[in-house]
Structure formats: structure tokens, C-alpha cells
């Protein structure tokens, strides 16, 4: 009796080890998902990559983590990426500026190769504001002050080769003007040196949207592809004859390789998303503008991207 049952167990251990572990090959996903925030706590894309990553939860049925990794031009996500398992478990935010870095500087990434880009939600604009005191009352007047005494007009922006930076120098090469740039550490340093007049213009992203609303700065024109609703009555330089803008979504990317089918999971929860109250309520907050793209539109206006910056590097100089 005993050699009999002895036998039954050891078959039924052996069918045990030949079934597939439901932890380790189960439906993805299975267990919480880490989405890295290349920046600090707090500021506007941490609190709506939270707002986002919340919303996704739903769909995916997984607690999302958001990990801050601030630092290195916002590229500690794309890096982290290197060597992270292309598993769906470990993703990070992709701002534009990691297409920018490896122009400006050495890195040890390439943000084409070692990501798969998964699908952008929103897009960034970058606004040049005055106080509303200021004598200027249009970009052409700003162009016009600067041609006349080159250097005389400066605009403040949070730091060298930010998209605030590029939306400035885009302006200069299609005017002539000559400006002088002032770099600070962040937003917050650079409107309460506008505020105080210690700087003449200056070129926000969202944060500006509560100062303009006060009526305490006055915006002039907007580095967008089209005028957005949160802004409705600011120009876009295009508008105003000035031929660019400065197209700036963010979007999650996992590591290279990651599988189509994870790949279509988060890009479903990332659409899912998007319509929930919550998310939209704090995107409205911002006045964040939501632009959905799909993997491969991602995927594509990431390698245009990499190109381009190059000649905007470029003419900017390194100086």
C-alpha cells in the first residue's frame, strides 16, 4: 500500500514540474509595473505621469510604480532601459530631449536603438511671455528691439538646449535678431526673475498657463503646429510668419526588443487612459495638450527626431 502510494506521489510531482509556472509564463502582466519619471517630484510631468500610470492600472489590472530617476538632460530613463528585460515590467517616460543629449555631449545610449518606443499621449508647448507691464506687445516688437541694439533683449528659459532654449534660437535664425539667452535651473527661477524684471521675456512651457490667467505675464506667440485650446488666443509664430515650431510629445518607451504583444497591451491601457476624468481633469489643469500616437507613428517621429536635432545642435553651437 504504502509503494503504491509513493508511486502516485511521485507522478503527480512529475506532472507538477512538467506544467508551465503560472508566475513566471502567466498572461502579461502578473505582478506591478515600474515607469520611470526622468525628472523630480512634484513638477507637471511627475504629477501627470502619476495621473497616467493610475488610469492604465485600471485596464492592465497591476499597480503602476513611478520611480523618479532625475538628472543627465532627462535621460536617466533611456539609459535605465540598457538594462532593463524587454518584459513590459520596467518602462520610462521619453521627453525629446533625450534625442538632443547625444548631439550635445558623449552618452552611452542611443534613444532609436535601445528603446521600443511604446506610444506617446501628450505633447509639450513652449510659449514666449512678457510681464504685463512690458512695453512689448507682439513678437515683432521683440525682433525689432533686438535688431535695433543686438544682445539688449534677454529671455530667461530653464537651462541651454532645452526646448525653451531652441524655440529662441529657432526665432533667431529665421529673424536675424540677436538675443541674449539666460539660463536657470528650472521654470520657477525663470518666471520669478520675469516677474521681477530682471529679465525681459522669457519662454515657458504649461507652468506659464496660472500667470497668464492672472494677468500677471501676457503671452505673444506659441512654438506650436497649431493653436491649442488652453492657449486659444496666443498666436503660433508660424501664424505670425515666423516658419517653425518646436513639436515636443512625450511617451512611454520599454527596452529594445520588448515583444508586439506587450507592445499592443500598454499602447490599449495607455488610449484607456487617456479617456478617464481623473487623467484629463489634471491634464486640463496644466493645460496640457493630449496628442495620442501609436507605436509605429512614435517609433518614426522618434528617428525623425534624432536627425533633426543634429542641424538644431548644430546651429545652436556648443559654445
Known sequence: MQRRTLIALCASLAAVATMPQAGAQGAYPNRPITLIVPYGAGGVTDVIARALA??????????????????????????????????????????VGIFRQPHIQKVNFDPVA????????????????????????????VVDAAKRDPGSVDYGTPGKFSANHVTMA??????????THVPFKGDADSINSLLAGHTKTAVFANSVQPYLTSGKMRALAIASDKRTEA???????????????????????????LPAEITQKLEAAIQSAMQEPAFKQVAANYGIRLEYRNAQEYSAF??????????????????
Do not use: C, H, W
Open 302 to 319: 522618434a528617428k525623425k527626431a534624432f536627425a533633426e536635432e543634429k542641424d538644431i545642435v548644430k546651429a545652436i553651437g556648443l559654445d
Open 170 to 179: 529657432q526665432l533667431e535664425q529665421k529673424t536675424g535678431a540677436k538675443f
Open 114 to 141: 535601445d528603446v521600443s518606443y511604446v506610444a506617446a499621449f501628450m505633447t509639450y508647448d513652449f510659449i514666449l511671455a512678457v510681464p504685463a507691464n512690458s512695453p512689448f506687445k507682439s513678437v515683432k516688437d
Open 54 to 95: 493610475q488610469g492604465m492600472s485600471k485596464p492592465l489590472g497591476q499597480t503602476i510604480v513611478i520611480e523618479n530617476k532625475p538628472g543627465a538632460g532627462a535621460s536617466m530613463g533611456v539609459v535605465d532601459m540598457k538594462n532593463a528585460k524587454p518584459d513590459g515590467y520596467r518602462l520610462t517616460l521619453t521627453p
Open 231 to 257: 492657449f486659444a488666443d496666443v498666436p503660433t509664430f508660424r501664424e505670425l510668419g515666423y516658419a517653425f515650431d518646436v513639436p515636443s510629445p512625450l511617451g512611454i518607451a520599454g527596452p529594445k526588443a
